[in-house]
């Protein structure tokens, strides 16, 4: 059956600055916790790191035209920090804010609506040396050079979002050592969390004193979609999702969180007045879906599970969860290990539509990895193809399931496909591939895929068959 897009409803796609730009040394550059991570034997996959990643620092423009040529209405990307700040502190690098003056410019003379994060996991290094996000400084920092950027292109950029999954940041980064920058310390992981939330409400009111536009506000959020037994979920479903959903966007802290992390931290770290400014007001709130995730009490005795869809470490990245194990789901599953169901995507809508149902929705990434053939193109002698059968239907059904939660009543302005190119993907380094677009990591070539080919006649068509 075929379905309309909704009138308004914008296609796009997503990058993040350390898996696409590279340039790691160049124009002022400071080096980022993930540069110092991706370096040290042992922690991504093969030693890859973002030292050239896709290179779109120097074919941005390249990269503009393959945008256009799909059709995007859109582009995500994130700011890379030590590109603006090389330290995290102080006058902004001249080189790094022409870079993205050029970046914002060029989309806009090509149609496509700059939609910029402020924060894509790349800190400065120097402010994992002073404590990295555990440390309060750290949040009044990011607010800093969230103005820096809002004064330079808030005349231009039609989204501003302060943050991209802050959980990652904080329990992957903190908590199980799998993300950057590698630290094991539960109690540093819980108080990263308070201090992401509060550069948040900082940032935005940063960003507002200095956007001279009329743009919108916005924070993206990776919500685990939960799967079996109640007090499992309500546990899980406090760590992972209203740990970041309270504080922003109703002014405090789930107390069953505060419980259940006691033996963690005593929550200190929160001090008068940091409910109010991270209780800010947003235009959108960012949705990034992939995968359910399944629950359930640990029976203390078998081995404990722990099939959470997050990369391998030493320890877990859920502070106080420990009753809790993660069981493996029934497939279909991507590359990464993750389960496909679109439902999943229906049903979170749905759920913050009935909990916020006047804030609006904006799918900022939905994708997937797949190991991906590159084959002669019968209908281009000499050219290559990649007919990637499986991402476009994973694609097709998760826009259908974002159609049906609009059925419903959900209120969702667009979808933005991770990710418009191949890249670093973190702990993975190159060996997995969420790209619409193949890049030949030995040439740097750009290749649409098929699903790039699908994704640019729904945009043409604005129809779901």
């Known amino acids: 059956m075929s379905r309309a897009l909704p009138e308004g409803f914008v296609l796009g796609s997503a990058t993040a600055s350390y898996q696409v730009e590279g340039a790691a ?87 496509i609506r700059p939609v910029s994060t402020l924060y894509h996991w790349d800190l400065p290094q120097a402010l994992e040396d002073a404590g990295g996000w555990p440390a309060r400084d750290t949040a009044s920092a990011f607010a800093d050079y969230a103005a820096i950027m809002g004064k330079r292109l808030g005349d231009r950029v039609s989204t501003w979002t302060t943050l991209n999954e802050p959980w990652c940041s904080a329990y992957l980064g903190y ?16 108080a990263a969390v308070h201090h992401l939330n509060l550069g948040h409400g900082l940032a935005l009111q940063a960003l507002r004193s200095e956007v001279s536009g009329d743009p919108d506000y916005s924070v ?20 992972a999702n209203r740990v970041f959903l309270q504080p922003m966007l109703e002014g405090g802290y789930p107390t069953d969180v505060i419980e259940d992390t006691a033996s ?29 995730t399944a629950v359930r009490l640990w029976d203390g005795r078998s081995e404990r599970l722990t099939a959470d869809g997050h990369k391998g470490a030493a320890a877990s990245p859920w502070p106080g969860a420990e009753r809790v194990e993660f069981p493996p789901q029934p497939g279909p599953y991507t590359e990464m290990g993750w389960n496909i169901e679109p439902a999943g995507l229906t049903e979170l809508l749905l759920d913050l539509h009935r909990r916020y149902p006047d804030l609006p929705l904006m799918i900022t990434e939905n994708g997937a990895a797949f190991a991906d053939e590159v084959v002669p193109d019968a209908s281009q002698p000499g050219a290559l193809a990649v007919h990637d059968e499986k991402r476009v239907a994973y694609v097709r059904d998760h826009v259908g399931a974002v159609l049906d939660a609009v059925d419903a009543g959900a209120d969702v302005r667009g979808y933005f496909v ?43 068509t604005r129809r779901l068959d």
Not at 264 to 284: K, L, M, N, Y
């Open 264 to 292: 963690v931290t005593d929550w200190s770290f929160v001090r008068d007045g940091d409910a109010e400014a991270i209780h800010q007001p947003i235009d959108v709130l960012g949705v990034n879906y992939y995968s359910t």
């Open 175 to 190: 908590a199980s050592g799998a993300h950057a920058p590698g630290r094991t310390e539960h109690a540093a992981a819980l």
């Open 220 to 239: 993206t959020l990776n919500f685990h979609v939960l799967r079996g037994e109640d007090d499992a979920v309500r546990q899980i479903d406090g760590l």
């Open 418 to 460: 991770w990710s418009l190119l191949d890249n670093f993907e973190w702990g993975y380094g190159y060996s997995k591939r969420f790209g619409i677009v193949r890049v030949d990591y030995e040439t740097l070539e750009r290749i649409p895929k098929d699903s790039a080919l699908w994704f640019a006649d729904l945009g043409r």
């Open 25 to 111: 040394r160049e124009d002022g550059r400071g080096p980022s916790i993930w540069d110092t991570f991706s370096h040290t034997p042992g922690r991504v996959w093969n030693g890859d790191t973002g030292d050239v990643a896709c290179d779109h620092y120097h074919r941005f423009d390249q990269d503009l035209d393959l945008m256009a040529e799909l059709g995007l209405q859109a582009y995500r990307f994130s700011v890379a920090w030590p590109r603006i700040q090389p330290t995290g502190r102080g006058e902004a690098n001249t080189a790094g804010l022409d870079f993205y003056d050029r970046l914002v410019d060029g989309l806009l003379e090509r149609g």
